[in-house]
């Protein structure tokens, strides 16, 4: 519980990417995370699923490797099968490049976020130890 005005968050889910994923160009992939905390049991098939109304804190990070120096590279919050917050690096190119994106969303019971990569010109891999993480804002 928030004291003196201060806001506290809960966290409610971390998870990883274990191993690399290959993603080709056909447009957003759905990055693969396996939970490495799930407080509250939201996490299954890649997305998280609100169990309580309130607001979210999203945050993620995704490293790219074997990406053209022309190339684009955008991760994305899905909310609900939709994107709702695009974050990009533009003419990445090279490996081990990191891309970050958060956001506060204000989620209703039953709806999911998702996390997904897409990259404008080439096939691609994201590199194990990418993080989604969660917190209930308080």
Known sequence: TAKDGQV???????????????????????IEFTETIDNTSSFSSNRFTTK?????????????????????AFLQIHKDGSNVQSFVMAGVGGTGRQLAASDTIELDIGEYIEMFTDVNDTSYQAQQGAIFNINKIN
């Open 8 to 30: 506290q968050a809960e966290i409610i889910l971390r998870s990883t990417l274990a191993n690399n994923q290959d993603v080709d160009s056909a447009g957003a992939t759905k």
């Open 52 to 72: 309580v109304k309130g607001f979210y804190s999203i945050k993620a990070y995704a490293n790219l490797d074997s990406v053209s120096t022309s190339t684009n």
